[in-house]
């Protein structure tokens, strides 16, 4: 079936650090990638997406990868601030269906 | 600020009765979403609409659960015979249906159901 799981459901880093977030998806079909950051009590926020037929994406401070051999998508996020904390969602989507997320990974950035 | 209202922000009720929720996507937004998302998990689809048409909803949704868009701009999520399980924060999202894919979801309707 369709799934899309994160590696870690928590990620603690210092300020200034750079982040790595993890995201393994299991239908080789999907052709859509997206990262999404939601704070306590607000709905996601779009950070960056990705279409299968790149493997790579920057925006500003954050960067997406996408492996498809591996079935695998990562968000790093560079100079990490206190502003970052949050949790993190993939999600994937083909032509004519819905986004659908992973659990989400909650980043901690301590000063 | 999206640009996606949703109303009310927070709703607590009891067990049995029936609760509405409303969404406002952005007005150029032809394409509106219904998710449903519990502590600690990703937001899990329910439905959607392209204009006033209802094109998908998840073997989630059960019979409770209605979605309309009579005009193809708010829509509105009714929820009949609520149970404690149906407690959850419902997200509201929008989109155009075509060119870009990303949605904008609005900051939810949290419902406790006692």
């Known amino acids: 079936g369709e799934s899309v799981g994160l590696h870690l459901p928590t990620l603690s880093v210092q300020e200034g650090d750079n982040s790595i977030i993890n995201c393994a998806y299991s239908?080789?079909?999907?052709?859509?990638f997206i990262w999404y950051k939601q704070e306590s009590g607000k709905g996601p926020q779009f950070i960056i997406d990705?279409?299968?037929?790149?493997d790579k994406r920057q925006g500003q401070r954050v960067t997406v990868l996408l492996n498809k051999t591996v079935k695998h998508l990562s968000l790093q996020i560079a100079a990490t601030q206190p502003g970052d904390s949050a949790v993190y969602f993939c999600?994937?989507?083909?032509?004519?269906?819905?986004?659908?997320f992973g659990k989400g990974t909650t980043l901690s950035v301590s000063s | 600020d999206t640009g996606v209202s949703q109303d009310p922000r927070h709703k607590i009720t009891k067990r049995g009765q029936n609760v509405t929720f409303r969404c406002d996507p952005i007005?150029?937004?032809?394409?509106l979403y219904w998710y449903r998302q519990t502590l600690g998990q990703g937001p899990e689809f329910l439905t959607y609409?392209?204009?006033?048409?209802?094109?998908?909803k998840s073997r989630l949704l059960s019979d409770r659960f209605s979605a309309e868009r009579p005009k193809g701009s708010f829509s509105t999520l009714e929820i009949q015979r609520t149970e404690q399980g149906d407690s959850a924060m419902y997200l509201c999202?929008?989109?155009?249906?075509?060119?870009?894919?990303?949605?904008?979801f609005g900051s939810g309707t949290q419902l406790s159901v006692l």
């Open positions: 239908n080789s079909a999907s052709d859509y």
């Open positions: 007005s150029e937004h032809n394409r």
């Open positions: 999600g994937f989507n083909q032509a004519g269906t819905a986004l659908i």
């Open positions: 990705i279409r299968s037929n790149m």
């Open positions: 609409f392209q204009n006033e048409a209802q094109l998908e």
């Open positions: 999202a929008s989109r155009l249906d075509r060119g870009d894919e990303k949605l904008f």
